[in-house]
Structures are given as structure tokens and as C-alpha cells.
């Protein structure tokens, strides 16, 4: 079992930043991917980015360049660092983990954005 609760969400203005957490715990050594995904009210969950067990990275081409996935190892945490964040990053953002080989996966509560002036 792998548990995963996210902080960090909020209320900012746009072109402001925010910075995600996601604290991993349990079986963590069973995780090959950790990610982040988002949903809006009225829109399916969407991909927004991924960290694999080796470090490398992948983005939605929504938030290239303005968003950066990175995980503390020590720490069992991984961020989401948005940056110059637009009216259309408001979502539910849910941290995600995928096992070695399983076909299935773990979620986390989620955390609301809001960008807003």
C-alpha cells in the first residue's frame, strides 16, 4: 500500500506561483512513477506531469516550461513548481503513483488552485 497526501494548493493571482507537495509513504519502493494530474470543474483528469523512478521527466504541453516536477528522495516528498501560473491552471490537482508492473494505482485527496485576480 502506498499513501500519498498532497499540500500546498491555494489562491493566487495570475502570473504568481505556487509550489506543490506530495508525502509519500508505505510501500514506496514498490512506485516506478509518481505524477501529477489535474481536473476542472466540468473536464475529465488530465495528465500534467511525471517523474519516473530514474528522474526523468515528462509535461503536458500546457505547462512546458512553466511547470517543474522534482522529487527529494530523502524527504519521500515530489513538488510540482508552477510558475507563471494562467486563469486555466485552476484545477484539483491529485498526485498520483504507479506501481512496478501492476495494473493498478494509488491517488492522492487532491488540492484545489485557484488563479484569480
Known amino acids: 500500500q502506498v499513501q500519498l497526501v498532497e499540500s500546498g494548493g491555494g489562491l493566487v493571482q495570475p502570473g504568481g506561483s505556487l509550489r506543490l507537495s506530495c508525502a509519500v509513504s508505505?510501500?514506496?519502493?514498490?512506485?516506478?512513477?509518481m505524477g501529477w494530474y489535474r481536473q476542472a470543474p466540468g473536464k475529465q483528469r488530465a495528465l500534467v506531469a511525471t517523474?519516473?523512478?530514474?528522474?526523468?521527466?515528462d509535461y503536458a504541453d500546457s505547462v512546458k516550461g512553466r511547470f517543474t516536477v522534482s522529487k527529494d528522495n530523502a524527504k519521500n516528498t515530489v513538488y510540482l513548481q508552477m510558475n507563471s501560473l494562467k486563469a486555466e491552471d485552476t484545477a484539483v490537482y491529485y498526485c498520483?503513483?504507479?506501481?512496478?508492473?501492476?495494473?493498478?494505482?494509488?491517488w492522492g485527496q487532491g488540492t484545489q488552485v485557484t488563479v484569480s485576480s
Open positions: 498520483h503513483a504507479q506501481p512496478w508492473g501492476k495494473n493498478y494505482n494509488y
Open positions: 517523474i519516473t523512478n530514474s528522474g526523468v521527466t
Open positions: 508505505g510501500s514506496i519502493f514498490s512506485i516506478a512513477t
